[in-house]
């Protein structure tokens, strides 16, 4: 029941844009997405849910198709400090219980 | 940040050997869980608790067990650990109550098993 995540590295300058996939062959009831420094614990960002409803980071967007078991994560004007692995976490039966996918390694350089 | 911390934070130990993870959090949260995270897998649940006395299985739990005799504490024990088991453990919170909610991971536990 894991997500596949795509791409699996990005390298961006800063101020550009990028975009994280993840992909379920399960239908979902939400998407989580959390962000990992090296060395350090997963930080929430996002919740996108069934039916639309998203919580988290104001500066961070992301969808959710239902039909299809996908959401992305938007990532615009980057900063430095956006450096890290992103993970999405799916959440196919509403128990938050999160199946995580192998994360995306996105560097931001100067 | 959650007020969430895990003990010990690194620890070497020998096959065979029992050992305990500790995770503590001073939040009043009802919902517990415990992860490994291994390079290529991401993180996985082990177990998880929505109460106390309350433990469920997650996706990789076999060699594991917990317990929740408190709020506030969550335990992971390794009966008998494996080199298998070497892996980074995060504790996760969450308040629960109704709908989705998200989840606070503590520092996490570098468990080396020779």
């Known amino acids: 029941q894991q997500p596949v995540q795509s791409p699996q590295a990005v390298i961006l300058r800063e101020g550009e844009d990028a975009v994280i996939n993840c992909s379920s062959s399960k239908a979902l009831y939400s998407v989580h997405w959390y962000r990992q420094k090296h060395g350090e614990a997963p930080v929430f960002l996002m919740i996108?849910?069934?039916?639309?409803e998203q919580k988290g980071h104001d500066k961070i967007s992301a969808s959710f198709n239902e039909k299809k078991q996908q959401s992305s994560l938007y990532l615009t004007a980057s900063q430095l400090s956006y450096s890290g692995t992103y993970f999405c976490?799916?959440?196919?039966?509403?128990?938050?219980?999160?199946?995580f996918g192998t994360g995306t390694r996105l560097t931001v350089i100067p | 940040d959650a007020g969430i911390t895990q003990s010990p934070r690194h620890k070497v130990t020998e096959t065979g050997t029992p050992v305990t993870l500790r995770c503590h959090q001073t939040?009043?949260?009802?919902?517990m869980y415990w992860y490994r995270q291994d390079p290529g897998h991401g993180l996985r649940l082990i177990h998880y608790s929505y109460g106390v006395k309350d433990t469920d299985k997650g996706e990789v739990s076999d060699g594991y067990s917990v317990s929740r005799s408190k709020t506030e504490d969550f335990l992971l024990t390794l009966e008998s650990a494996t080199s298998s088991q070497t892996s980074v453990y995060f504790c996760?919170?969450?308040?629960?109550?109704?709908?989705?909610?998200?989840?606070?991971f503590g520092p996490g536990t570098r468990l080396t098993v020779t």
């Open positions: 976490g799916t959440d196919p039966g509403g128990a938050n219980n999160l199946f």
């Open positions: 996108l849910l069934k039916g639309g």
């Open positions: 996760a919170i969450s308040p629960g109550g109704e709908g989705v909610r998200e989840q606070y």
């Open positions: 939040e009043n949260h009802r919902y």
